[in-house]
């Protein structure tokens, strides 16, 4: 018997010393010490041990199992450390690495425009409105001055939704949503920016998605020369003071006296003529605007004989295209990092 134990307990002093990891070493702990390990077989035979030897043998047994015990513990706690520092080794960071750039997003060159024109005119106290992309016939057409069957219809051949809605082709409806909001009250300083819609080729500078910002005053004693003055003087602060505007005779169904207005090229300010942006005119078309026609005025609850006003839509890509002489509108939607970073 004593000649047994002495076998075990060398039999797991070198399982213990060998095992790999902690599963290894559970598996000694239960092939020894286990319900059916053979630390608890040898103790089953006992009773095959003589009774005045038998405290004797126990005595060994019991030495036997805390030797094996305390081995085990020691081990695991080995295994452990070990396995401590394996897990840092693995981990460590070596700080003295350059660290990876984080690349900063910043705005489209789109709403930078967009907030240039806003700052130009709140600061001239206007307020800044809004109006829904998908439009009635009604806003977007008839109380305008443009009744079904209108030929300038034509003009911004839509997407529509039914016979009655559509997507708009203007920011002007905005126009008169605001006078029907304001219920005959003057005055009305706004701008309404924002996505208009007309079937179009998608080319380089066609697109049937665009945006627009609208302008409306009305109050009493507004004319004609408001329009210019507040149009020159939108145009000198967003392009530079040297900026001229011209203003060509047109025609808007909601505009009585109406005009195309263009500015003088900011680039080349008409002294090249193979400037990319203006081609050699000196000129570019940046809006259409008017003295708001009275029916208009009237249709949307005003008195057009006590108060009057001017309207104008500026082409948004198309101010953002001359400004930076961006020379293809696609750029705007392909959002390729190379053309964005440079805003
Ligand atoms: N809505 C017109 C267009 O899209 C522009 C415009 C606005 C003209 C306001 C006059 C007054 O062409």
Redesign the pocket.
């Known amino acids: 018997m004593e000649q047994k134990i002495a076998e075990l307990r060398a039999a797991a002093q070198a399982e213990i010393a060998g095992a790999a990891d902690l599963k290894a070493l559970d598996g000694v702990r239960v092939k020894f010490l286990g319900k059916k390990g053979r630390l608890t077989e040898l103790l089953r035979g006992m009773n095959q041990v003589n009774a005045e030897d038998r405290p004797k043998i126990g005595k060994v047994v019991n030495e036997a199992r805390a030797e094996i015990e305390q081995l085990l513990a020691d081990k695991n706690s080995a295994l452990k450390a070990q396995a401590l520092q394996d897990k840092l080794a693995s981990e460590k960071i070596d700080v003295t690495l350059p660290g990876r750039k984080i690349h900063r997003g910043h705005l489209h060159p789109l709403t930078l425009t967009l907030n240039r024109i806003k700052e130009i005119f709140i600061q001239m106290g206007y307020s800044v409105e809004e109006g829904p992309e998908v439009e009635t016939d009604y806003f977007n057409f008839e109380a ?1 001055n443009l009744p079904k069957d209108h030929p300038a219809r034509d ?2 051949d839509s997407f529509y939704i039914t016979e009655e809605i559509l997507l708009r ?4 409806p905005v ?1 008169a949503r605001v006078m029907q909001k304001n219920t005959g009250n003057a005055p009305i300083r706004m701008i309404a920016p924002g996505r ?1 819609y007309r079937r179009d080729e998608f080319d380089a500078s066609h697109s049937p998605a665009f945006n ?1 910002c ?3 005053v009305i109050d009493k004693g507004i004319t004609f020369s408001d329009l210019i003055g507040t149009l020159d003087f939108f145009c000198k602060q967003f392009f530079g003071e040297k900026t001229n505007i011209r203003l060509r005779p ?1 025609f ?1 169904p ?2 009585s006296i ?1 005009a195309e207005v263009d500015i003088s090229c900011p680039i080349c300010h008409g002294a090249s003529d193979t400037c990319k942006v203006c081609h050699g005119s000196g000129w570019l078309e940046i ?4 003295e ?1 026609h009275p029916h208009v005025l009237e249709m949307s609850g005003y008195d057009s004989s006590v108060v009057s006003g ?4 500026l082409g948004v890509e198309r101010v953002c295209m001359i400004k930076y002489a961006i020379d293809d509108l696609r750029l705007f939607f392909e959002n390729d990092v190379r053309f964005l970073n440079q805003f």
């Open positions: 305008l003009a911004q082709t203007q920011t002007s126009q208009v627009q609208e302008g409306l047109s808007f909601f505009t109406s809006l259409g605007a008017g708001v001017f309207a104008f839509g």
